[in-house]
C-alpha cells in the first residue's frame, strides 16, 4: 500500500519562468490606451449643452458709442472752386493730390471754350463704380437699412473724384500758359491718413476729456 500512494503523489513541478505572449502584449496596449483615454479625458474642458428654446427676445437693447480716432482738421490756405481727386473715406498717403483749387473760377468756362465741357468717364472708370456697386449688393441685408446712406455717400464721392479726375487729364492736354490754369493750385497730402469732407465737433476728443454731455 505504501508504494502505490507514492506513486499517486508525485506532483510535477514546472520552472518558476515568466512566459510572454502575444495575448499580454494586446492586453499591455489596451490598457496604456485606456489610461491615456482617461487621463485626456480629466484634463479636457468639457463643453456644455444647452436647449435653446424659441419664442421672442425679451429685450432689444440699443447703445450708443464714439470711435476716437486722432483726427486732424487740415484748413485750405487758398480761397476758390475746389475740386476734390480723393474719395470720400479713402485713405491716402504722402504726397497723394487731394483737392485742387482753382482762384480764379474761370475753369469751366475755359474747358467749354476747349470744347470739354463733358465729363468723360473711361471703361475703367465705369468699371470701378460698377465693383462697388456690385459688392454692396453682395452684402446688402434689409434689417440694416441704414447703410444705404452710407453707400450713397460713397459712391458720390466716387463719382467725384473720377470727375475729377477726368477734369484734370484734360487740364493738363490743354494750353499750360494759359491764365486760367496758372490760377489752379494743387494741394497734397501732408501725412498718410483717412480723406473725411466734414468735420463732427469730436476732433479733439480723447478719454481724458470726455464727458456724457459731449
Do not use: W
Amino acid at each position: 500500500m505504501a508504494s502505490g500512494n507514492s506513486k499517486n503523489s508525485k506532483v510535477t513541478r514546472y520552472p518558476g519562468r515568466f512566459h510572454f505572449n502575444i495575448g499580454m502584449a494586446i492586453f499591455l496596449i489596451i490598457l496604456i490606451y485606456v489610461v491615456i483615454s482617461i487621463f485626456i479625458y480629466l484634463n479636457t474642458e468639457h463643453i456644455a449643452g444647452y436647449e435653446v428654446m424659441e419664442g421672442s427676445l425679451s429685450s432689444n437693447n440699443i447703445y450708443e458709442a464714439v470711435a476716437l480716432r486722432t483726427e486732424v482738421v487740415v484748413d485750405s490756405e487758398l480761397s476758390g472752386y475746389v475740386n476734390y481727386f480723393a474719395g470720400e473715406g479713402a485713405r491716402v498717403a504722402v504726397g497723394n493730390l487731394v483737392y485742387t483749387v482753382d482762384e480764379s473760377g474761370q475753369l469751366l468756362e475755359y474747358l467749354k471754350s476747349q470744347g470739354s465741357e463733358e465729363v468723360r468717364l473711361t471703361e475703367q472708370d465705369l468699371e470701378e463704380l460698377r465693383a462697388q456697386i456690385v459688392d454692396y449688393a453682395a452684402g446688402f441685408r434689409r434689417e440694416e437699412f441704414s447703410t444705404v446712406y452710407d453707400f450713397r455717400n460713397s459712391l458720390s464721392g466716387s463719382v467725384q473724384k473720377l470727375s475729377s479726375s477726368s477734369i484734370l487729364n484734360n487740364i493738363q492736354s490743354l494750353n499750360a500758359g494759359s491764365a486760367t490754369l496758372q490760377s489752379i493750385n494743387y494741394c497734397y497730402a501732408h501725412d498718410t491718413g483717412i480723406v473725411v469732407y466734414a468735420i463732427d465737433g469730436y476732433e479733439d476728443v480723447t478719454l481724458q476729456n470726455m464727458t456724457a454731455e459731449r
